[in-house]
Nanobody, 119 residues
């Protein structure tokens, strides 16, 4: 059974920090590009950050560069998103995504975790 389970969301004040985790199981985690997406009410889902299968390359949306850091621990089958200097516009449901890097196309999604940044 393929599972992506996000955790670590919650409510924080502007300027605060959160660390999201996504625990993966049921597939070969080390063969997948991992990404974080987010979706705010009334908005389309957008890519926040991505990391290659071995962790050698990362990319970020311009809106989070310098504030968010994506990382992965293949031994733990877990990808993280460290979010610092949070802003109200970061409020969204954050989703973990796994995409197979090569071979047969496969794409998995978690259920999401709510992040709310508010005073």
């Amino acid at each position: 059974q393929v599972q992506l389970v996000e955790s670590g969301g919650g409510m924080v004040q502007p300027g605060g920090s959160l660390r999201l985790s996504c625990a993966a199981s049921g597939f070969t985690f080390s063969s997948y590009v991992m990404s974080w997406y987010r979706q705010a009410p009334g908005k389309e889902r957008e890519l926040v950050a991505g990391i290659t299968s071995a962790g050698g390359s990362t990319n970020y949306a311009d809106s989070v560069k310098g504030r968010f850091t994506i990382s992965r621990d293949n031994a733990k089958n877990t990808v993280y998103l460290q979010m610092n200097s949070l802003k109200p516009e970061d409020t969204a449901v954050y989703y973990c995504n796994a995409k197979r890097e090569r071979g047969w196309s496969r794409n998995y999604w978690g259920q999401g975790t709510q992040v709310t940044v508010s005073s």
